[in-house]
């Protein structure tokens, strides 16, 4: 079994930036691809960025593509999503999510394809 928990969320103003954190415990995720999703009031949960378990592999929505950055440090097990030049519209709750692969540059961007995910954190950003 694999934990995940977010932090690094909270309130900013447009144009603000935060970097999101999600520790896993439980076992390595160095070998699981990882990604963040996140789902506003009303709306579907919709992907954002995902990254492979070797780091080489990366992908975005395009609605954050070159706002957005994530990454991976293996070491502790942690990855990251620091956010940029924020938007109201990037307001939810960004979940993190672990998917098993035996592929080290795989990618994945649709929430079936994750095993595991975490209860989420807010991010509120004001006009």
């Known amino acids: 079994q694999v934990q995940l928990v977010e932090s690094g969320g909270g309130l900013v103003q447009a144009g603000g930036s935060l970097r999101l954190s999600c520790a896993a415990s439980?076992?390595?995720?160095?070998?699981?691809?990882m990604g963040w999703f996140r789902q506003a009031p009303g709306k579907e949960r919709e992907f954002v960025a995902a990254i492979s378990w070797s780091a080489g592999s990366t992908g975005y929505a395009d609605s954050v593509k070159g706002r957005f950055t994530i990454s991976r440090d293996n070491a502790k097990n942690t990855v990251y999503l620091q956010m940029y030049s924020l938007k109201p519209e990037d307001t939810a709750v960004y979940y993190c999510?672990?998917?098993?692969?035996?592929?080290?540059?795989?990618?994945?961007?649709?929430?079936?394809?994750?095993?595991?995910w975490g209860q989420g954190t807010q991010v509120t950003v004001s006009s």
């Open positions: 999510a672990a998917a098993r692969t035996y592929y080290s540059y795989s990618l994945y961007s649709t929430g079936p394809d994750y095993d595991y």
């Open positions: 439980g076992r390595t995720v160095s070998t699981y691809a």
